[in-house]
């Protein structure tokens, strides 16, 4: 168990790093914030941080020594580096969560093992497998590179049989899975944390739009039914347990149908703090990155409990600019990322707005 004064140690410097060094200060937990030369906003909250690559290895030595615990804010943590560093000091998540959500393969067919639901799914190696796998799913369906797809990244959408070879140059002849097109009435995503005595606190499920394959906006309470809402909390420990998880972890999930025809396909496991959980620092009464910390450090989890109607809208690009109005919006809640530059597609913040439930 960490004591007030010791360090987090953090792998990324993005948002989601800078949120949970904010989140650790006020526990009196430090945090030191390791990776690559860059635009790394995480650098500027945090004490300490080390500029260097993932793969250099006395610049890791040095950065384990100097924390109690590693964990890290993006799934893509090279394989060997989480061995490295779980070698020395307790990285949590535990390098096995990465293992199986780094690969879509690996980890639908984790999802299946479970025996949760997911979209119908092909392995595909090759331009023969794909023409085969597109005569099995059908069109539409989307191929999807196994591993660094992100914000659609690394997804082509195959609208008929004419655009089969387009579609596997679109994802430069990786290794890929074609999934079954899933006609969804909603997205949703559960935030939940488990802690180092497997305790499991899951924030209400939450509604997501997405814009461009990127999400746009966080919605609670999710339009689903209550028995949907507790399937996909259900889902979600089940999958925590099965992981040995601790830390937060997001499950996304389609909602097909509706009413109490509502069924729920897994999408993803994101094995770390989840942008579907920003509207928690400002709308429940712990945010998903206190909760992140206090599993970590094997501290008890904190209340879930939601404060009112919430939407959260993702600022992504220019979409930023608009701050002088978001700002001067009473009871909005802005979040800038501190990032130099707003390239298209790129998150730059969010702002939350939280409706005292007995006011709608
Ligand atoms: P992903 O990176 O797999 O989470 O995909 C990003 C977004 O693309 C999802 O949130 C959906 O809006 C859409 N999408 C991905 N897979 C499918 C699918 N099988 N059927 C329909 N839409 C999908």
Avoid at 235 to 260: C, K, M, N, P, T
Avoid at 314 to 336: M, R, T
Avoid at 338 to 345: H, L, N
Wanted: net charge negative.
């Amino acid at each position: 168990m960490l004591k007030p004064g010791d360090t987090i140690g953090i792998l990324g410097g993005g948002q989601l790093a800078r949120m949970i060094a904010m989140a650790a200060a006020p526990l009196g937990l430090k945090a030191h914030v390791f990776a690559p030369k860059g635009d790394n906003p995480a650098f500027e909250v945090s004490g300490h941080f080390t500029e260097a690559n993932y793969d250099d290895f006395p610049a890791l030595s040095a950065f384990s020594e100097a924390v109690s615990v590693i964990t890290y804010e993006f799934e893509n943590v090279p394989a060997e580096t989480a061995a490295f560093l779980d070698s020395r000091k307790p990285v949590l998540p535990n390098p096995k969560a990465l293992e199986t959500t780094q690969d879509r393969l690996v980890e639908k067919t984790f999802i299946r093992s479970l025996g949760l639901s997911c979209p119908d799914f092909i392995a595909v190696n090759s331009l023969e497998d794909l023409k085969a796998a597109v005569s099995s799913l059908g069109t539409p369906s989307i191929l999807k590179t196994r591993r660094f797809g992100y914000d659609g990244k690394g997804q082509a959408r195959i609208a008929d049989e004419a655009s089969i070879s387009s579609a596997w140059d679109d994802i430069g002849h990786a290794p890929a899975i074609l999934e079954a097109y899933v006609p969804f009435s909603r997205e949703i995503s559960v935030v939940a944390a488990r802690s180092q005595s497997g305790d499991v606190k899951a924030f209400e499920p939450c509604e997501n739009e997405h814009r461009h394959h990127i999400l746009s906006r966080t919605l609670l309470p999710a339009a689903i039914t209550p028995r949907t809402g507790w399937a996909a909390i259900e889902a979600a420990e089940r999958i925590g347990a099965a992981l040995a998880y601790v830390g937060v972890f997001a499950v996304e999930f389609f909602v097909v149908g509706s009413g109490d025809d509502e069924t729920l396909l897994v999408n993803e496991i994101a094995p770390r703090v989840h942008n579907s959980g920003h509207w928690t620092i400002d709308g429940a009464e712990t945010s998903q990155f206190e909760q992140h910390v206090r599993a970590i450090a094997g501290w008890p989890l904190g209340s879930t409990k939601r404060r009112g109607k919430i939407e959260m809208i993702n600022l992504i690009g220019d979409d930023v600019e608009n701050w002088p109005d978001l700002v001067a919006e009473p009871g909005l809640k802005l979040h800038l990322y501190g990032k130099r530059e707003a390239r298209p597609g790129r998150k730059m913040g969010h702002a939350t707005r939280v409706t005292p439930e007995k006011d709608t």
